[in-house]
């Protein structure tokens, strides 16, 4: 078994206390940007197709986020990194265009002008996900037998 499959646990779990309030956050959030991508381009994909797409991704970081917060492997811990990095990035850069050039996005995308329509957790979420990830190193435990 390499040192990547194998359990990890940190200082404090990271699935326990507040680490559960986080994850709980973030499956929320994976449900409703999954539903509003879901019914934005069944209804009108053609209207706003980069708006659509950019919530469908969204929808897609929260749900791989959500469980790699769960999942407790070295490998899990790298990949909440990187989705939570890219969450972050993306609420950045679409908040930021959506502010300056409001004709790109005509139509709102879960990260529009910060997140404001889910207001703003997708700006606020990946900051405490990573304080939190910071906050709680995955550390080998000691292998089964």
Wanted: charged share 10%; no cysteine.
């Amino acid at each position: 078994m390499t040192k990547s499959q194998t359990e990890m646990t940190g200082p404090a779990n990271r699935v326990s206390g507040i680490g559960r309030l986080l994850i709980a956050v973030y499956g929320v959030l994976a449900l409703a940007a999954t539903g509003r991508s879901f019914v934005q381009i069944v209804r009108a994909f053609d209207e706003a197709p980069l708006a659509y797409s950019l919530s469908a991704l969204a929808a897609v970081v929260y749900i791989v986020a959500t469980i790699a917060l769960v999942r407790r492997t070295l490998l899990w811990y790298r990949i909440a990194w990187f989705t939570i990095g890219f969450e972050l990035l993306g609420v950045l850069v679409v908040g930021t265009l959506s502010l300056v050039d409001p004709a790109l996005f005509q139509h709102a995308t879960v990260w529009s002008v910060y997140g404001s329509g889910y207001l703003f957790i997708p700006l606020v979420l990946p900051l405490l996900g990573m304080w939190w990830l910071a906050s709680h190193p995955p550390t080998p435990s000691r292998s089964r037998a």
